[in-house]
């Protein structure tokens, strides 16, 4: 047989997404497209106004039309299934899938109807009547902290979800707290910078709304429920357990899902009724979200205002920081609502060996749509608050904000670093990031750039910003759902190989990237591979996929079953070729004896004596199929810099985004063309918010910006060419060193751009704006008398 050339290894490899196709030429099968025989219709009738008492629901004109099966108020629903669960430990009102006496935000379902087709149901929807007496709406966030003007959930005085978790220097695991070292810090301050600032309000806006279709088949007891949901394993326990069947009696599949970003982890009212009403109807029911109810439906992400103390030397060294949290979370607990704001204090340290940390943290109800993950989830707005403070220090001190900067990081020979707040930091070398970032932004020119602009009359200034994440998530311990993640790894029966993974996929690419490991683990071409993901009929278990984790932990146990079936391979290979199995070399899609390749046998050849093993080696069981759990000791914590360069239009107040670095530290790269990828994802929703995406209110509760025509969401056009480069810090946390880069582009881009913006207002004395950089906002600071010590701009 004539040697061919060995296959190149893929890991490393810009490798094009093998998703993309199906994806581009629409091919691919999204729960609207499922279609099931005597399949009906669900829509809901929603609240229009944010609180309020429900006096009546008159049903009976929707129930009288043609093609109506059924309606239903809360109080029906109420007796199918018990009140939503959530995830976190912290105390929770009760929340109803259907509100049944009170409605606590514009949007909550107050009825379902079941029809012959969603146009028939949504008909129906607009016959049922709902008569309100309204409750006074609770929007400003501090102010119903007062508890006015309204309290929503009786049992929670003040409307404090969370009253006051305290976190850092000095705070003891019973929450016991020390001021004295912080104390300390800025009684020995020279300088000490104050701010009150706002992360606000975002809509994640997948592509793909919510949608479900849920089939309980009364003959065999059993549910299969589609859903647009990032973690098809957990929605499957939810189910099972609010519709009182095992685990074993659910199916759940997500298939094609467009996007996620953190509002597909949750399990959601329209899940559940659905499964419900399927299960009292004997019929399969389906749910498409549209986008109007996309708006207020799905979780809101974000909205956290930081008061921030920063304490520092002249010289630019830090001596402590304080933030003190309020985070605005809409009407209800959602599954993870209250741990989200737990990460901003959990990040406080960001990039900086800061001795004397002290973070407070409140939640609080408001008449909104409750918030939950959005992509960075609490990451970012930590970044946010910490790096503006730094911004705020080296412009105070007159100091590059590089050096600022460099001259607090916690130095490569600290890792593993544990935080004020806790975290184990794996590994980092921030200052290689900063230099990386400087040199490719060209950072002394590009200074000199944007002063040569100035000298013209132009606003433009320059924005920098390190960041810190904690993702791949994570032990056990530190995730209620179990911090692992499942593979099982098969050569079926003509030597192709599949594999499954509970990492359930929607959009990152991973049927490419971990395709590309067993390419090189197994020395076959990339086209023998088949990965399996997002059906729990297929997929034994799983954990699912948020917080950057599924390269870190999803990725590392597909490695280790991969492992195990290679080494039983290798057993039979052994027997034969009659050889030593540490002899044999894995390669082009054969087993071969070292340094002879004429006894090359092909992975068919090999599977099918392991499928019909006679005779069988001893020791061995037939078949080539192995599975594996496995779950890290840390999460793992990725890092990077960006810089930015914006211009402001003197006469309009109108932002451009002129130019955009981004270096980014994500260990070890499977993919660096499919990271640059997410990094583009991850930076066009960070400068989104920065720049134009806010969710608003009106005084009444109601939601501006319900729709795209007021809710602006980022377009290809609104960007400049990111200019991007990595470094590489392997953590030692994982045997691939991966870190997670699914959020990172969110985290340094927002304060990059804000401090971007002050920069080019500098002349104006103005020392922080909140986003997003309305022109109207920046605008009025141009037209304002010169500030000699304002803070500028408070939205
Ligand atoms: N990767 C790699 N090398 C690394 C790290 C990751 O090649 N060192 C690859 C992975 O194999 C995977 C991708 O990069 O293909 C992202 O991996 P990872 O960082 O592990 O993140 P997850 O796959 O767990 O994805 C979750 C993350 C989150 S939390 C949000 S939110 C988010 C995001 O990913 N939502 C997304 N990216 C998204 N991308 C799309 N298209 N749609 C979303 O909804």
């Known amino acids: ?146 508890g006015k003007p309204a309290v929503i959930h009786p049992d929670f005085a003040n409307n404090l979800a969370v009253p006051l978790v305290p976190s850092g220097t000095g705070v003891t695991l019973d929450g016991k707290v020390d001021d004295s070292a912080v104390d300390a810090a800025f009684a020995a301050a020279e300088v000490v910078i104050s701010q009150r600032m706002v992360n606000h309000r975002l809509a994640p806006s997948a592509i793909e709304p919510r949608g479900v279709v849920a089939h309980y088949e009364p003959g065999k007891g059993t549910m299969t429920i589609w859903s647009s949901t990032q973690n098809p394993h957990i929605l499957r326990t939810f189910i099972a357990a609010l519709n009182g069947l095992g685990q074993d009696q659910v199916r759940a599949i997500a298939p094609e899902v467009g996007g996620g970003f953190g509002a597909k982890i949750n399990i959601y009212a329209e899940e559940y009724v659905c499964s419900a009403i399927s299960k009292a109807l004997g019929i399969p029911v389906k749910w498409n979200e549209d986008r109007s109810e996309a708006f207020v439906a799905t979780t809101h992400g974000r909205d956290i205002i930081g008061y921030v103390d920063l304490a520092a030397k002249r010289d630019g060294t830090v001596l402590g920081l304080k933030i003190r949290l309020i985070a605005d979370i809409g009407a209800y607990n959602m599954l993870l609502t209250a741990a989200i704001p737990t990460l901003t204090m959990m990040m406080a340290n960001a990039t900086y060996n800061v001795q004397a940390i002290r973070t407070t943290l409140t939640e609080v109800f408001t008449n909104k749509t409750p918030t939950d993950a959005y992509r960075g989830a609490g990451r970012p707005e930590a970044t946010y608050f910490v790096e503006r403070a730094m911004d705020m220090l080296a412009r105070e001190l007159k100091m590059d904000p590089a050096e600022v900067r460099r001259k607090n990081f916690i130095q490569p020979n600290q890792f593993p670093y544990t935080t004020q707040m806790g975290a184990v930091y794996d590994s980092g070398d921030y200052g290689k990031a900063l230099d990386r970032a400087l040199q490719i932004a060209n950072w002394e020119q590009l200074k000199k750039e944007r002063d040569a602009a100035r000298a013209q009359g132009r606003l433009v200034g320059l924005g920098l910003s390190m960041y810190v994440e904690v ?47 067993l390419a090189d683990q197994f020395g076959v071409p990339i086209e023998h591979i088949t990965i399996l993901h997002g059906d729990t009929g ?50 082009n899609g054969t087993i071969a004896v070292k340094g002879a390749p004429a006894s090359a046998k092909p992975f068919a050849a090999i599977a099918a004596y392991a499928y019909v093993p006679v005779p069988l080696p001893p020791g061995l069981d037939p078949g080539l199929s192995e599975e594996a759990f496995w779950e890290p000791a840390n999460n ?129 004395g103005v020392k922080h704006v909140d986003m997003m950089l309305r022109p109207e906002k920046l605008w009025r600071i141009i037209q304002s008398p010169r500030q000699s010590s304002g803070q500028g701009g408070r939205s």
């Open 1 to 146: 047989m004539p040697a061919s050339p060995v296959l190149p290894k893929l890991v490393g490899q810009r490798v094009k997404r093998r998703e993309d196709p199906r994806l581009i030429q629409g091919r691919a099968t999204y729960v609207d497209d499922i279609a099931l025989v005597g399949m009906q219709h669900v829509a809901f009738k929603r609240s229009d106004i944010a609180h309020g008492k429900i006096r009546k629901i008159d049903t009976s004109a929707a129930a009288a039309m043609d093609g109506v099966e059924a309606v239903y108020t809360g109080a029906d629903i109420a007796k199918m299934l018990p009140p939503m669960p959530i995830g976190t430990p912290f105390p929770s009102p009760e929340h109803r899938a259907v509100a049944v006496d009170v409605v606590r935000f514009g949007g909550e379902p107050v009825a379902v109807v079941v029809a012959r087709d969603r146009y028939v149901a949504r008909d129906a929807v607009d016959a049922i009547v709902v008569d309100y007496d309204p409750l006074p709406a609770v929007v400003d966030v501090e102010q119903a902290m007062t």
């Open 471 to 517: 993702c791949g998530l994570g032990p056990s311990a530190a995730l209620p759902t179990g911090g692992w993640e499942h593979a099982q790894v098969t050569i079926e029966r003509d030597g192709r190989i599949s594999a499954t993974t509970g990492a359930s996929p929607h959009g990152q690419g991973n049927e490419t990237t971990f395709a590309q490991m």
């Open 538 to 587: 297929v997929v034994k278990q799983g954990i699912g996929t948020f917080g950057s984790r599924s390269q870190a932990v999803g990725g590392t146990v597909m490695h280790l079953a991969g492992a195990k079936v290679k080494a039983k391979m290798a057993k039979f290979a052994a027997a034969m070729m009659e050889a030593n199995e540490d002899d044999l070399v894995f390669e």
């Open 636 to 764: 793992t914590y990725p890092f990077g810099c960006h810089i930015s360069m914006l211009e402001i239009d003197r006469e309009t107040g109108e932002p451009t985004l002129l130019k955009m670095f981004a270096v980014d530290d994500a260990g070890t790269l499977i993919n660096p063309l499919i990271v640059e990828g997410q990094i583009h994802g991850g930076l066009a929703q960070g400068i989104g918010q920065a720049m134009i995406e806010e969710v608003s209110y009106s005084e009444e509760g109601q939601l501006l910006t319900g729709s795209f025509m007021d809710y602006a969401m980022p377009r290809a056009i609104d960007f400049p060419r990111f200019e991007m480069a990595s470094t590489v810090t392997p953590t030692p946390v994982n045997p691939l060193g991966a870190k997670g880069v699914g959020e990172a582009g969110t985290l340094g881009s927002t304060p990059c751009i804000v401090s971007a913006a002050v920069d080019a207002l500098s002349e104006f």
